[in-house]
């Protein structure tokens, strides 16, 4: 069950790949930037708790902080001089 | 009993998880894409979360758990509010009315041909 589990977040991280690659606009990028490091996360959450390691869920705590930080300071950076669409 | 509820909160993680791919790989607007990958993203993370706090043996787990949890909660509208904020500020229009007809005539242009 949660190795069928961490297949599929591996897949879904994958197609997010390919969003991120070929989006339309910068923000479909930005979208899935954050989508990407969510899904980093539960990656992280089911891998600890499938092998039973109890420090690689710090990891994915800083992992949060760090994606959440990225997309506000590039969203920002956006927002006041790109103007590229 | 506690790891049925938690294999039953796994297939619900799976179907939230392809819901959101399929409706980000659908949509044309930005504002539909950001609405249903937030949503459901935020979904998925919660039911694997407390699929894997039932399933988990010590309680240091499910405390770890359980902050990653909250932070997730407060952290992930915040960054999808934040992207549709930039582009909305940014100049990106919302075209809800005028995009229909368009879409509809293409489609039934490339039916026809």
Redesign the interface.
Known sequence: MMIITIYVIIAAIFLLTLKAAFGPTVWDRLLALNLISAKTVMLLTAYSVYTGDLRLLDISMSYVIVGFLGVALLSSFILRGGRQK | MMIMI??IL?VL??IY??F??VG??RFRN?YA??LT??KI?TA??IT??LA?ML??ESW??SA??L??LL??IV??P???H??A???F????PVKLIEEEPGLTDSDSEEGGK
């Open positions: 938690s294999n796994l993680c799976w998880i392809a959101g791919i980000l790989f930005v894409r950001l990958g937030s993203d998925a993370m694997l979360l894997l399933r988990s240091e787990f770890k758990l902050v990653i932070f997730i952290t992930t915040v960054g999808s934040i992207i904020r930039s582009a500020d940014s100049g990106l």
